[in-house]
């Protein structure tokens, strides 16, 4: 397994959002959906370490989050549904300094760049188009060696174009060995991204959509 969740729970205070008693992926392209509200960009969050939580997720079938942290957010990245860097930082300030954290090989950040279509590196976040930035984000996203890739909406404010690149990354990054999951309240079969599998956010657990 690529991904493993055992009994994790997710809470805001007293408000629970996740209770995932078991729940597992093989390498893939895995579609989240649920209703707005349901906890996937919270889910997205914990599994990227962002939020404490109980219980275990092991990437790799070696790497657990709460044991070897470094190893894992090396292996796993994600893109956020509404990002929002400092409006004083550069697009290229802050690819480069993911780049570096995430030991981007040669030339990778060059690809995405020319990839997505970034073309305002030097000029500052709080002078970028909201698409600008979603860009970025997308970018930052694909950085590294990762075996795991969460993209939270992606397809949000950004164009046509973008979302062709962004579909030829998926498919090119799969191809290499990386599994996605991916949020989106848009259909992917109709904007021509096949998916391995659909999960369900609801009740606070994953639940596998069958194929109709
Ligand atoms: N920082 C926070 N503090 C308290 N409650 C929060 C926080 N972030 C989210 N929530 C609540 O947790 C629940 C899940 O929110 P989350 O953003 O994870 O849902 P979502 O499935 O991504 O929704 P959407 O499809 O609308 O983006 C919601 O009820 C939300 O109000």
Known sequence: ????????????????????????????IYWIQ???????????RTLA????SSGDIILDQKYNLKDQPV?????????EAEPLYPSFL??????????EAKQSPVGQTEMLIE?????????????C?????????????FLGNPSVIILDEP????????????FNLIENYHAKGVTFLISSHQLFQQEGLNVTASFALKNKNLIRIEAV
């Open 115 to 127: 990839a997505l279509g970034i073309n305002y590196l030097k000029n500052s976040f709080g002078s």
């Open 155 to 166: 397809l949000i404010t950004i164009d046509k174009e973008a979302r062709l690149a962004l």
């Open 71 to 79: 190893d894992y957010r090396l292996r796993l990245n994600l893109g």
């Open 1 to 28: 397994m690529i991904l493993e969740i055992q009994n994790l729970t997710q809470r805001y205070g007293s408000f629970q959002v996740l209770a995932i008693p078991s729940w597992a992926v093989d390498y893939g």
């Open 34 to 44: 649920g209703e707005n509200g349901a906890g996937k960009s919270t889910l997205f």
């Open 90 to 99: 550069t697009p290229g300030d802050l690819i480069t300094f993911v780049a």
């Open 49 to 52: 370490g962002m939020l404490p």
């Open 129 to 141: 188009s909201s698409g600008m930035v979603k860009k970025v984000s997308l970018a930052v996203a």
